[in-house]
């Protein structure tokens, strides 16, 4: 309860004021160390509390109610695209402290059989390995359906890459989905769009479960339950997207 109770003290201060504050003077204000304020303040950053200035000031955002509009629409929306689809969906988002190179898994839904708990869904690796999909865990941007709808979604000028992941991304863009044959990493095999952020940019990626190997033309199927429930998922979630010029000089490398 004391990490908590300091946490919300930093929280309290950084929102006194509508203006940019420095660790060492958060530290001082509120009587914690220097180290202590900076876990905090990046753990806010993470989940769209704050926003970093520069490499020692930060400001408050409005994530509280972003947190509020998201977090409130995403199991219904979730749960009618799952119980229309019969399969797991996934929702993925982009972690702000790493200006959209990584992406993690923000919720999931399924229509939850007897014995089968909603919430996670287990997918097995090449290596016959079970793994389970849980809110929080990375998404790769290249290797998974989730990260190259999630790239598709971007202004092309703000991702840049390979020949093959560029040609890749266009074909995206041209079909409206991406899609993976095999599981990756803990994620089984999805079709995925893009969740647009109402703003012209992406917001992060909506993907299901493919429960076997399909044609294209079964996983075309796909794709109008999740574009509506992408659409219905990304207004007002631009403010929850890195900095596009952040974006951009990281997603060079993470791409």
């Known amino acids: 309860m004391q990490s908590l109770s300091r946490a919300l003290t930093v929280l309290a201060e950084l929102n006194r004021q509508d203006r940019p504050y420095g ?13 202590t304020v900076h876990r905090i303040l990046a753990t806010f950053c993470a989940h769209g509390l704050a926003r970093r200035v520069d490499d020692h000031l930060y400001c408050a955002t409005d994530g509280l109610s972003a947190l509020r509009r998201t ?22 988002r982009p972690l702000p402290r790493t200006g959209g190179t990584v992406l993690e898994i923000a919720a999931v839904a399924r229509p939850a059989p007897a014995g089968h708990p909603a919430g996670a869904s287990e ?3 090449a290596d016959g390995a079970t793994r389970t999909a849980s809110p929080g865990d ?12 999630y790239l598709a979604g971007l202004p092309p000028a703000e991702v840049e ?5 560029l040609d890749t ?15 990756v990493a803990a994620l089984p095999r999805m079709v995925a769009v893009p969740v647009p952020d109402g703003a012209g940019g992406c917001a992060g990626a909506l993907g299901a479960e493919l429960a076997h190997p399909a044609s294209l033309a079964e996983i075309r199927r796909y794709a109008p339950v999740l574009h509506r429930a992408a659409a219905r998922l990304g207004p007002g979630q631009a403010d929850r997207r890195p900095a596009p010029a952040a974006a951009a000089s990281v997603r060079r490398q993470g791409a």
Not at 71 to 92: I, R, S
Not at 169 to 183: C, D, K, M, S, T
């Open 169 to 183: 991304l266009r074909r995206v863009r041209e079909v409206g989905f991406a899609h993976n044959a095999r599981p």
């Open 71 to 92: 977090t409130a629409a995403h199991p219904d929306l979730l749960a009618e695209a799952a119980t229309q689809l019969n399969c797991l969906v996934v929702l993925a």
């Open 123 to 125: 997918a097995t690796g």
């Open 23 to 35: 660790v060492t003077e958060l530290a001082g204000t509120i009587g914690l160390h220097k180290s």
């Open 138 to 149: 990375a998404v790769p941007l290249r290797a998974s359906a989730l990260g190259r709808a």
């Open 161 to 165: 890459g390979g020949a093959e992941l």
